[in-house]
């Protein structure tokens, strides 16, 4: 460990135990929870990188360590002050490039007879809309508490919020994230954002009993674009987002409910390639919808789900056999960084090794694509609990190669397991297991036989809470 990794460490356990004691205090405003989790990952798989003719088994073994901290201080009842840290944010084990300390969150709440005002670094809360809003918490088979279309970053804005005793609320934010990636190279396709992200919400929603319902209406400015020219600021580009959301549970006696979730976004907007005023503006849409089924027992949750993305309003095509051509600009409708529901195919969860790049999983094309699940979770005794999934995963645009040959859109199948162990109520245990059966789009695609395998992921978790 270099020193500037035991540093932050270092930092990190002195404010750990400065509110530990301050909690011990009677009457303490600051409360304090957080974890230690260490984890360690094992992936391979007969999958050679695209566009070469290596054949190979690829694969890594690796460990990775995050130290979380969340501060919640309540001087009063209308004051309220959250800060959410990592240190480290999630380290490798044996890396020196990794980023040691990151917030999360970091914003004051303001609590008064008229609604609830928030400002600061409110990180993904700003962003959350449709289910999360109505108070979804998914129960996927891996764990996963992500959104369909959240998105894990940090973003500064203002948020308030307002609930009336008849069901009815509004919540309205505005965010700002500066984007500009002052690394870009055009030779090496890596090309530079906008300087400016912003992005104005509102959303009226309705609660009831069982359920509720939702609509929020979004519109971007400077989203994201491509600027062949460096030293020229691009366009200021404009999107609007509609995003649908509803949700309701039947109680089916005893312990047993059944519940629908549904949500879906449309997003279409203009963009230039340039800031010249002359230049053409193109037009750019896309389509998600997200949907499940819950059924609720006394030992767990299995859930029937679809979702769909279409999130690129140019048609994807090959330039050659290895090559496809796609927009770089924003893609509207995405699955958001936070969506993980199975351990390979979303690659946020359980990095894969290096021979499974992006690419593999649809690269550019990734928005573009639906799947059906089956997911759930099932307690064997009280303190072991089984996850499972399984999902056909395809594309939902088709592509051909430059000679008019038409590609199959089978993705692949994915066979997820895993098991959570509680030893105490601080401590846990999980491992999980996916393999990715990869379809014949791959094979296909690239005119690789090796592309016709399987992959799979392995990850273990250590988790000390507090």
Same mark, same amino acid.
């Given at each position: 460990?270099?020193?500037?990794?035991?540093?932050?460490?270092?930092?990190?356990?002195?404010?750990l135990?400065?509110?530990?004691?301050?909690?011990?205090? $009677?009457e303490?405003? @600051?409360?304090?929870?957080?974890y230690?989790?260490?984890? !360690?990952?094992?992936?391979?798989? +007969?999958?050679?990188?695209p566009g070469?003719?290596?054949?190979?088994?690829?694969?890594?073994?690796?460990?990775?360590?995050?130290f979380?901290?969340?501060?919640?201080?309540?001087?009063?009842?209308?004051?309220?002050?959250?800060?959410?840290?990592? $240190?480290?944010?999630? &380290?490798r084990?044996?890396?020196?490039?990794?980023?040691?300390?990151?917030?999360?969150?970091a914003?004051?709440?303001? #609590?008064?007879?008229?609604?609830?005002?928030? @400002?600061?670094?409110?990180?993904?809360?700003?962003?959350?809309?449709?289910?999360?809003t109505?108070? +979804?918490?998914p129960?996927?088979g891996?764990?996963?508490?992500g959104y369909?279309?959240?998105?894990?970053?940090?973003?500064?804005?203002?948020?308030?919020?307002?609930?009336?005793?008849?069901?009815?609320?509004?919540?309205?934010?505005?965010?700002?994230?500066?984007?500009?990636?002052?690394?870009?190279?055009?030779?090496?396709?890596?090309?530079?954002?906008?300087?400016?992200?912003?992005?104005?919400?509102?959303?009226?929603? +309705?609660?009831?009993e069982n359920?509720?319902a939702?609509?929020?209406?979004?519109?971007?400015r400077?989203?994201?674009? &491509?600027?062949?020219?460096?030293? /020229?600021?691009?366009a200021?580009?404009?999107?609007?987002?509609?995003n649908?959301a509803?949700?309701? #549970?039947?109680?089916?006696?005893?312990? !047993?409910?059944l519940?629908?979730?549904?949500?879906a976004? +449309?997003?279409?907007? #203009?963009? #230039?390639?340039?800031?010249?005023?002359?230049?053409?503006?193109?037009?750019?849409?896309?389509?998600? =919808?997200?949907?499940?089924?819950?059924?609720?027992?006394?030992?767990? /949750?299995?859930?029937?789900?679809g979702?769909?993305?279409?999130?690129?309003?140019?048609?994807?095509? =090959?330039a050659?056999s290895t090559?496809? =051509?796609?927009?770089?600009?924003?893609n509207?409708?995405?699955?958001?960084?936070?969506?993980?529901?199975?351990?390979?195919?979303?690659?946020?969860?359980?990095?894969?090794?290096?021979?499974?790049t992006?690419?593999?999983?649809?690269?550019?094309?990734?928005?573009?694509?639906?799947?059906?699940?089956l997911?759930?979770?099932?307690?064997?005794?009280?303190n072991?609990?089984?996850?499972y999934?399984?999902?056909?995963?395809?594309?939902?645009?088709?592509?051909?190669?430059?000679?008019?040959?038409?590609?199959?859109?089978?993705?692949?199948?994915e066979?997820?397991l895993?098991?959570?162990?509680?030893?105490f109520?601080?401590?846990?245990?999980?491992?999980?297991?996916?393999?990715?059966?990869?379809?014949?789009?791959?094979?296909?695609?690239?005119?690789?036989?090796?592309?016709?395998? !399987?992959?799979w992921?392995w990850?273990?978790?250590?988790?000390?809470?507090?």
């Open positions: 460990m270099n020193r500037h990794h035991l540093t932050t460490w270092l930092l990190g356990l002195a404010m135990f400065f509110f530990a004691s301050g909690e011990l205090m $009677a303490s405003p @600051v409360t304090f929870s957080g230690l989790r260490l984890r !360690t990952y094992a992936t391979g798989g +007969y999958f050679s990188r070469t003719d290596v054949h190979h088994k690829g694969g890594e073994r690796f460990a990775v360590t995050r979380r901290v969340s501060l919640v201080f309540k001087p009063n009842d209308n004051v309220e002050v959250r800060w959410r840290f990592h $240190a480290p944010h999630g &380290t084990w044996g890396a020196t490039n990794e980023l040691p300390f990151r917030t999360m969150y914003f004051g709440i303001l #609590k008064t007879s008229f609604g609830n005002f928030s @400002v600061g670094r409110i990180s993904t809360d700003i962003d959350s809309a449709g289910l999360q109505l108070g +979804y918490i129960t996927w891996m764990g996963s508490q369909i279309f959240d998105h894990d970053t940090e973003r500064d804005g203002i948020m308030y919020r307002y609930d009336w005793d008849n069901g009815f609320g509004i919540k309205v934010f505005y965010s700002k994230m500066n984007s500009f990636d002052a690394n870009a190279n055009i030779a090496n396709n890596i090309y530079p954002k906008d300087a400016d992200y912003d992005r104005y919400s509102v959303e009226p929603y +309705y609660k009831w359920g509720g939702s609509l929020a209406l979004q519109y971007d400077n989203v994201y674009s &491509t600027n062949t020219d460096l030293n /020229t600021h691009p200021k580009n404009h999107y609007f987002s509609i649908p509803f949700m309701h #549970k039947w109680n089916l006696g005893g312990d !047993t409910s519940a629908i979730h549904a949500e976004k +449309y997003s279409t907007g #203009k963009y #230039k390639l340039t800031g010249d005023p002359n230049a053409e503006t193109h037009k750019q849409d896309g389509f998600g =919808a997200y949907m499940d089924l819950a059924l609720g027992y006394g030992s767990g /949750t299995a859930t029937l789900a979702w769909y993305f279409d999130g690129d309003g140019e048609r994807q095509r =090959a050659n090559d496809f =051509a796609s927009t770089r600009h924003h509207l409708v995405q699955p958001g960084q936070g969506f993980y529901p199975f351990v390979v195919f979303y690659r946020n969860h359980t990095p894969p090794s290096w021979t499974m992006a690419s593999q999983f649809g690269g550019l094309e990734q928005p573009n694509h639906w799947a059906f699940a997911m759930g979770n099932h307690s064997i005794t009280k072991i609990t089984l996850n999934g399984i999902a056909d995963f395809r594309k939902s645009r088709g592509a051909q190669l430059v000679d008019g040959t038409q590609i199959s859109k089978h993705l692949g199948t066979f997820d895993g098991i959570v162990i509680k030893f109520e601080t401590v846990q245990f999980s491992s999980k297991l996916g393999i990715f059966a990869a379809g014949p789009y791959y094979k296909e695609r690239y005119l690789n036989d090796s592309y016709d395998g !399987t992959i992921a990850g273990n978790e250590l988790i000390f809470n507090f």
